[in-house]
């Protein structure tokens, strides 16, 4: 029985005192392996991920810049960024997209740093891992525009919409990956939405240290506690727990590894 978190953030200074534990105890639980996203502090530092990927056999890395330090990339960080997508075991490109909750950089740069990182993952053939803020038909807009056409897929990260939304973003060629919000008690659209995601379209995440999953709601989250989400997601599927591991494994095999 075997696991694959698509989204953490174990660089994160949180497990700062007891990463390497942190990381036992997801192996003991079964999570294989962890895709750990490498979006950091944001530019210059590019390899918040790869350093934990060429450091532990468990991880894989993305590269991306956050629509949150969009304003502090240089035209030599996008360089960067793209040399380092040659790197083995960097995956995808993410977290990329829009953030309006915060606007920590302005709307207009947010959408240009986006669509100049689907233009480098397409021409590296790396799927993308999308974050969106109050920004869902914006975000939309643009990777039907700059990305669906390539047809490499990508990953809703933290899939938080109900039916009509997953519909959508299924259409557009994504995956859709379900984190703790699933288990909490008030999360209906999502749990309705994760019951009607077909079984080629489906991953699972932490998100660490955001975000934990039932009983452990509020607490900083870990890979480990991603069992508690898979159970929830194979109960609301009619599924067994060996048939939503085995699913959602195989599809991030398919998406991530086979390409
Ligand atoms: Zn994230």
Known sequence: MSLIDSHCHLDNADFNN?????????LEAGVEHMMAIGTGDGPPDLEAALRLAEKYPAFYAT???????????????FQ???????HRKVLAVG?????????????????SAFIEQMGIAASAKKPIV????????????????????HAIGGIMHCFSGGPEEAHRAI????????GGIVTFPKALAVQEAAKSTPRDRILIETDAPYLAPVPKRGKRNEPALMVHTARKLAELRGESYEELCNTTTENFRRLLLLN
Do not use: M, N
């Open 63 to 77: 590269v991306g810049i956050h629509p949150h330090d969009a304003a502090k990339a240089t035209p030599g960080d």
């Open 80 to 86: 960067r960024f793209s040399e380092l997508l040659a």
């Open 95 to 111: 977290e990329i997209g829009l953030d309006y909750h915060y606007d920590f950089s302005p709307r207009e740069v947010q959408k």
């Open 171 to 178: 259409d557009l060629g994504f995956y859709l990956s379900f």
């Open 18 to 26: 007891d990463r390497d534990a942190v990381i036992e105890r997801a």
């Open 130 to 149: 999308i974050i969106r803020a109050e920004a869902w038909e914006d975000t939309l807009a643009l990777i039907e525009r700059h990305w669906t056409p």
